[in-house]
């Protein structure tokens, strides 16, 4: 339904952008925000700003605390829930506020959800407009993780890479450090800081050792580390395997896997998840299947370029994030960002949109989205 006026684009664009606020602190739950306004004039605001904590629409309407709101309108940008979790239900909250007017951006597309918590506000004589256009769309943007993970119970996959102009991510020896600039780097450790895990495969995990921990300021809690490892190769003497009990480890193998070397990883502390499949494609959904119903919601995807084409393949991957480095590396088996087994005509490609660039340090840096939920 369209807005009905421009105050009322303001105040949701507002509440789209408070939702903000919650990033890296919320997951599993959505990104809200939300403003209480009367006459044009601004109320209160507020967003949910950690898992667990009072929901955006219970915090503005505390700080709307004495004031009348039978005259007001809240703007929310998700869908007031209407059941009872780690939280009451907000519908009960607008309610008990007397609030008669609410502007929502988006849908709650959750199976308790889906337009329950609209149709019991209408019930009880409450105008409410579901918005459209450009907002609406900038709404469900803002929450890709959280409808993915409700719709199939799978993680969104956010696919990052450093490439050359060339399109290489190593050179044919497998040198890669560092292709991007330190201001790109520093971008990904917050977008590791925003994502609930992070998942390399065992090529990258045994030659780079990493630690995949996002080493910024301000990290509300670290991601859990994910390494694909068929075989159970990864050592217990690795960072990732050192580090277990401070920073979960999800070790995805397969059948094939000896059951001493995943007796190993589970001693040390990492948890052994077996993916299934007749293919590699068909293990990277039961893995994902897997890390869904642990409650991860989103994951970034650091490669290797071999794991990158198993996820392209099983159609996993929703958002590209490709850093273009201004150097060229040639090389006829110099690597590219992702393998598998592709595409067999340009017919069949998959097309991209939202396509944005920024400068990023000395880099290019290119988003675009593959799918939207």
Wanted: some cysteine.
């Amino acid at each position: 339904m369209a807005l009905k006026t421009s105050i009322d684009e303001r105040h949701l664009a507002r509440a789209i952008e408070l939702a903000e606020q919650g990033r890296g602190r919320v997951s599993p739950n959505p990104l809200v925000g939300a403003v209480i306004a009367a006459d044009g004039e601004t109320i209160a605001e507020g967003y949910h700003g950690a898992f667990g904590a009072p929901h955006a629409e219970v915090e503005v309407i505390r700080g709307a605390a004495g004031r009348e709101l039978d005259d007001a309108t809240l703007y929310v940008s998700l869908e007031p829930c209407c059941h009872r979790g780690k939280t009451p239900p907000c519908t009960d909250a607008i309610l008990e506020a007397g609030i008669r007017r609410v502007v929502v951006g988006s849908d709650d597309p959750s199976e308790h959800a889906s337009g329950r918590g609209l149709g019991i506000l209408r019930d009880e004589g409450i105008e409410v407009i579901l918005a459209d256009g450009h907002l609406a769309a900038r709404a469900r943007l803002l929450n890709q993780p959280f409808r993915k993970w409700a719709r199939t119970g799978r993680p969104w996959v956010l696919f990052k890479a450093a490439m050359t102009l060339d399109g290489k991510v190593a050179t044919q020896r497998g040198d890669s450090k560092w292709i991007s600039s330190e201001a790109s780097r520093f971008r990904a450790h917050h977008w590791r800081a925003e994502c609930d895990a992070v998942a390399v495969g065992i090529g990258t995990a045994l030659a780079d050792d990493p630690q995949l921990t996002a080493r910024v300021k301000g990290v509300h809690r670290q991601p859990r580390r994910v390494v694909f490892d068929a075989l159970a190769r990864l050592g217990t003497d690795s960072k990732l395997v050192r580090d277990a009990a401070r920073v979960p480890l999800t070790v995805v193998v397969s059948r094939a896997a000896p059951r001493a070397a995943t007796d190993a990883l589970e001693t040390h502390g990492a948890e052994v998840l077996v993916a299934t499949g007749e293919n590699e494609p068909a293990r990277v959904r039961s893995a994902l299947a897997q890390l869904g119903v642990m409650g991860v919601s989103s994951i970034l995807l650091e490669g290797g370029p071999h794991l990158a084409g198993a996820f392209l393949d099983a159609h996993e991957i929703d958002e590209l994030r490709l850093f273009l480095a201004p150097i060229v590396l040639g090389g006829r088996t110099a690597r590219a960002a992702l393998e598998g087994e592709g595409m067999e005509t340009i017919a069949d490609a998959v097309q991209a949109t939202g396509l944005e660039c920024e400068q990023v340090g000395e880099d290019v840096l290119i988003s675009a989205r593959l799918k939207e939920w």
